[in-house]
């Protein structure tokens, strides 16, 4: 069974860590596995042999306290999102809680209704995260420090590079543009490159590659369709400039980042 997500429920008393565990168990009906350990170092152990999305951990655990498993996990590359529980108030955990990127401080006794509401609330933020890290790994980012500049180029560039955005899906060429924009074809050339860093042709390229690569991830549409969206008449001539620019076929790349993603969960 394949289970969304995966939650570990760190705490070393027995019976606090049992209730939190019944209660996940009975809230999510077998959406998600829910996994235990009784102390920092079992958690730790566990974090390098299962991938977690959402670790809910007591503060006050000997060896290790919560927020030291926590900094560990961090410094050891992982991300799972964190939510604090703790029998005391304490000012001083919960700002260094707040500065190790803790999304939640919950005290005990810890009502249901609390808890439930800060496991749904960490998830969607570990759900946001993934998605933003996703997204990062598929930017190009010659063309994002070009379009971080747009709001500096001259108006007849600002204006090429929104008639190229609105029409990725149709044949576009240097002359039809510089013609909308009422100048020289090799005027606009020149300006293009000067200001944008990338000739008109590669700047059109990368971004309908990028718009690719986006539907690759998105939707699960025949590489022929994305090619005709993304303004190439034969699926062949995409291809052969999507190995150029990414090193593999778009059929490839779509299944390692779905590969990736499948391997964030939990099986």
């Not at 050891?76 to 803790?102: C, E, M, N, R």
């Not at 990725?168 to 300006?191: C, D, K, Q, T, W």
């Not at 690719?212 to 991830?217: H, W």
């Not at 052969?240 to 939990?266: A, I, M, N, Q, V």
Request: with cysteine; proline share 4%.
């Amino acid at each position: 069974m394949i289970h969304a997500k995966t939650i570990l429920v760190v705490d070393d008393e027995p019976l606090t860590r049992e209730g939190i565990s019944k209660t996940l168990e009975a809230w999510s009906a077998g959406r998600h596995r829910i996994l235990c350990a009784g102390n920092a170092a079992e958690a730790i152990d566990m974090l390098q042999r299962h991938p977690v999305h959402l670790v809910i951990t007591d503060i006050r655990m000997p060896q290790m306290t919560g927020l030291q498993m926590v900094e560990a996990i961090r410094d050891s590359g992982g991300k799972p999102v964190v939510i604090i529980i703790s029998g005391h108030p304490d000012f001083q955990y919960a700002q260094t809680a707040i500065q190790l990127g803790v999304v939640n401080y919950l005290l005990k006794p810890i009502q249901k209704r609390k808890l439930l509401e800060a496991v749904e609330q960490a998830l969607h933020i570990e759900g946001e995260r993934e998605r933003v890290e996703t997204l990062e790994k598929m930017v190009d980012p010659q063309l994002m420090s070009a379009k971080a500049e747009a709001s500096h180029y001259s108006l007849p560039v600002q204006q090429a590079v929104k008639y190229v955005e609105e029409r990725l899906h149709e044949l576009l060429g240097m002359r039809e543009v510089a013609a909308h924009i009422h100048l020289n074809p090799s005027y606009f050339s020149a300006l293009f490159k000067e200001q944008t860093g990338l000739t008109f042709s590669e700047y059109v390229t990368r971004s309908r590659l990028q718009k690719a690569k986006e539907l690759l991830l998105r939707t699960k549409l025949p590489i022929a369709d994305i090619s005709e969206q993304v303004g190439y008449q034969t699926p062949k001539y995409f291809i052969k400039l999507f190995k150029e620019y990414e090193g593999k076929s778009p059929s490839h790349y779509r299944k390692e980042l779905r590969d990736e993603e499948s391997g964030k969960e939990e099986t």
